[in-house]
């Protein structure tokens, strides 16, 4: 979410929820007519300290410059009225509903949830189903009579057999779902198959997609998660030397004859984001990689075994297996699953809970369950309820704490409630229509109340308030400004030519062994004129001695060596990480200046940098800053002691 990637890059200034209230209330800072205590001060800089990655700025002084520029824009998206806006409002609303949910959950009821959720994450079932679709307006009691009648069959039968005859795709489907854990299927669906024994059908049962009978085959310990690493040729590769199936072999040959993994995934693995780690990927369980065959081979292995080539839809893979990790301890995981239970369609079990809770804690005032259902009827013509006679539409109806609701506010609801309107029993109507009525009351009330009952959520409710006021005026002022300021965009490029500069380049090939003896061969087949794919058949023939590879390089990419003095023409042989490489340079680019459209993109950057530096010399001209000097000095001084 925007706000909280703001809050981290401009270091969003909140105090700490469970550090001790302020014991210093000498005011340090004041703008204009915000003061600011010494306390609240030190508590935004222990905070955010550790946040901070220029030494320098620990330094209170130099901390304080950034707590002062924070403060004057928050000030200024305020004058500007950021916080009235209509988008700002959207996504605030928004936000807060989501925060909300933390606090009104009943904490027993969750956490037994969150058990089972853990017991089913450490254990994986393999199933088979078979489901009838239904819809609202279907008779739901003929398709369980179905089931029944199916699940003999489904015990005794051949499953293959059995789905030929019945599986339509379109009312009917008999399916079969391999492994899975918790939340992997709806929780009605998951409670079936975790609660049926290995090789028993379950009773009928229903979810949002109709009913279903679940076979279970077989339950086994979760295998947790691979750490692994992998060398990728991309199907797409811009090698022109090899096809991508060629080169994941010779990578192959060369690990099988002893070189080092972690190295050649580094010079040639196209998976850049892993192959700067030396191949190594985010360790990864069956359902987080999009691809059986990778999941499968990866958890095959041995640990430190490397595979044979495997073909994904996104290239040519090698894989090595580090380790396997399993499910971590129920302590480690506790949050993740708590999230993804309030996610889940467990959370009706949490929110009937609270209101269960929210009724003994507010006291409540209303009509008797007789009184209810003779206050109100419904106008068959219209279609519509309304007041008995003698009922006043602004009396009380219910009263929760000292809020009142009339019952005018019930008979709107009523109302709206269009799907209800048919029902023919009236007061059994009413009274259903009152408890949902009371319930949502309850938890409105409770959600009003939040800020006032629990200090963290009003902590981190006026932390985002503030994050989003102004990652809107950054984005307005600075970053939309910049972007969007063609002539600005250019004056600035032209006056700081110097800090736009292209890397120098190589054009050519590199050859790549373990041996220098292989390189001095290549050296003396380069100066005969030997091609490329003549040396690499030759030197390969018996056993992958060399990979040469072709293009343009950066100076900077891995497979060049560092701090060396490039020339066109065959070159002198360099050690590189645990190799040695030889160069044949047809062409070089040396370091130039960049064209505006080639570094527009750095352009903006650093205009931007300047403009937010104007900007803040501008708030401190129009903003009031006093600075107590002597609490200042007195909190270094506490500081340093």
Not at 11 to 17: K, P, T
Not at 60 to 74: F, R, S
Not at 471 to 492: T, Y
Not at 600 to 627: C, D, F, M, P
Request: charged content about 30%; aromatic content about 10%.
């Amino acid at each position: 979410m925007r706000a909280f990637i703001l809050a981290i890059s401009l270091l969003c200034f909140w105090s700490n929820f469970g550090q001790q209230q302020p014991t210093n209330s000498e005011i340090l800072i004041t703008i204009n007519s915000e003061e600011i205590t010494v306390d609240e001060f030190l508590d935004v800089y222990n905070k955010n300290i550790n946040l901070v990655q220029n030494v320098n700025q620990k330094d209170i002084d130099d901390y304080l410059e950034l707590y002062l520029n924070y403060k004057l824009k928050l000030l200024e998206a305020r004058a500007l009225k950021y916080d009235q806006k209509q988008s700002y409002k959207q996504e605030y609303e928004g936000y807060k509903k989501q925060l909300e949910q933390k606090y009104l959950t009943d904490k027993n009821v969750t956490e037994a949830l969150i058990q089972e959720a853990y017991n089913r994450t450490i254990e994986e079932v393999k199933a088979q189903h078979i489901l009838v679709r239904t819809s609202s307006d279907q008779d739901t009691l003929a398709a369980s009579e179905k089931l029944n009648v199916l699940r003999n069959r489904f015990l005794n039968e051949d499953f293959d057999l059995l789905k030929k005859e019945i599986h339509d795709g379109k009312k009917i489907f008999a399916e079969n779902l391999g492994y899975f854990s918790a939340f992997k299927m709806v929780y009605d669906f998951e409670n079936a198959a975790f609660n049926t024994s290995v090789g028993d059908v379950s009773q009928p049962f229903k979810t949002q997609f109709g009913y279903h009978i679940v076979k279970v085959l077989d339950k086994r310990p979760s295998r947790g998660k691979a750490k692994a690493a992998h060398i990728m040729i991309a199907h797409n590769s811009k090698d022109s030397l090899q096809t991508p199936e060629q080169r994941i072999n010779e990578l192959h040959r060369l690990l099988l004859q002893g070189e080092s993994f972690e190295n050649l995934a580094k010079q040639f693995s196209e998976d850049k984001s892993s192959a700067k780690n030396g191949g190594n990927l985010k360790p990864f369980s069956s359902s987080e990689i999009n691809s059986e065959i990778f999941v499968d081979t990866a958890f095959g292995l041995e640990d430190g075994a490397i595979s044979n080539p495997i073909r994904t839809k996104f290239g040519w893979h090698i894989i090595k297996l580090i380790s396997t990790i399993p499910v971590k301890d129920f302590e480690e995981i506790k949050f993740d699953l708590e999230q993804k239970v309030k996610r889940d369609s467990r959370s009706s079990l949490i929110e009937k809970k609270m209101i269960e809770s929210l009724k003994k804690q507010y006291q409540i005032d209303a009509p008797n369950r007789d009184e209810i259902s003779s206050l109100f009827f419904k106008v068959e013509e219209q279609n519509d309820w309304t007041l008995q006679d003698g009922v006043a539409p602004k009396d009380q109806f219910i009263k929760i704490q000292n809020r009142v609701l009339t019952h005018d506010d019930f008979l709107i609801f009523l109302n709206k409630k269009r799907s209800l309107k048919n029902n023919s029993s009236t007061s059994e109507l009413v009274l259903r229509s009152y408890n949902t009525f009371l319930e949502e009351q309850l938890m409105q009330y409770k959600k009003d109340r939040l800020p006032l009952e629990n200090k963290e959520y009003a902590q981190i409710l006026k932390e985002y308030e503030e994050g989003l006021m102004l990652f809107d005026i950054m984005q307005e002022k600075i970053w939309d400004g910049a972007k969007n300021d063609s002539i600005g965009l250019l004056n600035h490029y032209e006056s700081n030519q110097a800090k736009f500069i292209a890397s120098a380049e190589i054009t050519g090939t590199i050859a790549r062994s373990k041996k220098k003896s292989a390189l001095k061969k290549i050296i003396k087949m380069w100066s005969d004129g030997r091609s490329n794919d003549d040396i690499t058949n030759d030197l390969n023939a018996k056993r992958q001695q060399i990979i040469l590879s072709t293009g343009s390089f950066e100076i900077d990419n891995p497979l060049l060596p560092k701090k060396v003095k490039f020339k066109e023409g065959i070159s002198s042989i360099f050690p590189i990480e645990d190799s040695y490489v030889v160069l044949n340079i047809s062409a070089q680019s040396p370091q130039k200046m960049q064209s505006f459209e080639d570094s527009k993109g750095a352009v903006i950057s650093s205009y931007q940098a300047e403009l937010e530096k104007h900007w803040i010399e501008n708030l401190r001209t129009k903003y009031n800053i006093s600075i107590n000097k002597n609490a200042l000095d007195a909190l270094k001084s506490k500081r340093l002691n």
